[in-house]
C-alpha cells in the first residue's frame, strides 16, 4: 500500500502520464494529432484539480519567508540557461525517439486558445507538479524513504544523479532533460526552498513556448 504522503505526490504525475499513454495509444489507433489536441488542456485541468484538491499535504510548498531576491534572480537566470541549452542541445545522440509536437494551427492560421492553453499548462501547472514529483519526492526518497525528513541540502550525489536521469529519460531531448535535472535540483539543494526550481522551470518553458510561436518550431512541443 502506498504511503499518503507519496500518493499526493505521485498522483498528479501519475495524472499527466496517463494522458500521455493515451495520447500514444489514439495515435496508434489511427486519430489524428490535431484530432486529440484538446487532451492537453483535459490533462492540465486533471493535474490542476489533483494539486488544488490535495495543496495542503504540500508542507514544500509553504512560501519561504527567508529567500531573498538573490534566490528568485538565480532561479531566472537558471530557467533562461535551461531554455537555451533546451534548443541547441539536438544532436542525434542527445534525441530519443520522435517527439509528435503541438501544432496550434489551423488551415494555417495559429489557433490562440489553444496556444494559450498549452503556455500556460507547461508555464504554471507542469513546474509545479513535476518539481513536486521529481525533486521534492523522488529525489529525496531515494535519499532516505522519509523524504519530508531530508533537508535538501543533505541529498547525496547519488540521489541527484539517478533522479536527474530518470527525468532525462522521460524526455525525448534526453540530454537537454539530464541538463535541465541537474541544473533543478542543485537549485532546490543550494536555495532550500521547492520554489526556486519551480520558479526556474515556469521560465523555462514559458520562454520555450514563446520561441516555439515565434519560430513555428512545433517539434519542441
Known amino acids: 500500500m502506498v504511503d499518503r504522503t507519496n500518493l499526493y505526490r ?3 504525475f501519475a495524472a499527466y502520464v496517463f494522458f500521455m499513454i493515451l495520447e500514444d ?8 494529432a490535431n484530432d486529440i489536441r484538446w487532451l492537453y488542456a483535459a490533462k492540465i485541468i486533471v493535474v490542476a484539480g489533483l494539486l488544488w484538491g490535495m495543496r495542503s499535504a504540500y508542507s514544500e510548498l509553504r512560501w519561504p519567508g527567508a529567500a531573498g531576491f538573490r534566490t528568485w534572480g538565480i532561479a531566472v537566470i537558471a530557467g533562461i540557461v535551461v531554455f537555451v541549452a533546451w534548443i541547441n542541445m539536438t544532436a542525434d545522440w542527445m534525441v530519443m525517439g ?11 492560421e495559429i489557433d490562440w486558445v489553444f496556444v ?8 504554471l501547472v ?8 521529481w525533486r ?12 519530508l525528513s531530508v533537508d ?11 533522479a536527474a536521469i530518470l527525468f532525462a529519460v522521460a524526455h525525448s531531448l534526453w540530454f537537454a532533460g539530464l ?10 539543494m543550494r536555495s532550500g526552498t521547492l520554489w526556486s526550481p519551480i520558479l526556474a522551470h515556469a521560465v523555462t518553458n514559458g520562454i520555450l513556448g514563446i520561441w516555439i510561436v515565434v519560430t513555428g518550431n512545433w517539434g519542441f512541443w
Open 10 to 12: 505521485i498522483a498528479p
Open 25 to 32: 495509444v489514439l495515435l496508434k489507433f489511427g486519430w489524428e
Open 98 to 108: 520522435e517527439a509528435v509536437g503541438f501544432d496550434p494551427r489551423n488551415d494555417d
Open 116 to 123: 494559450a492553453v498549452r503556455i500556460a499548462g507547461a508555464a
Open 126 to 133: 507542469v513546474p509545479v507538479m513535476e518539481e513536486l514529483f
Open 136 to 147: 521534492s519526492f523522488l529525489m529525496r526518497w531515494i535519499q532516505h524513504p522519509n523524504f
Open 152 to 162: 535538501p541540502a543533505q541529498v547525496g550525489l547519488k540521489a541527484l544523479a539517478i
Open 179 to 188: 541538463f535541465a535535472g541537474i541544473v533543478y535540483s542543485l537549485l532546490y
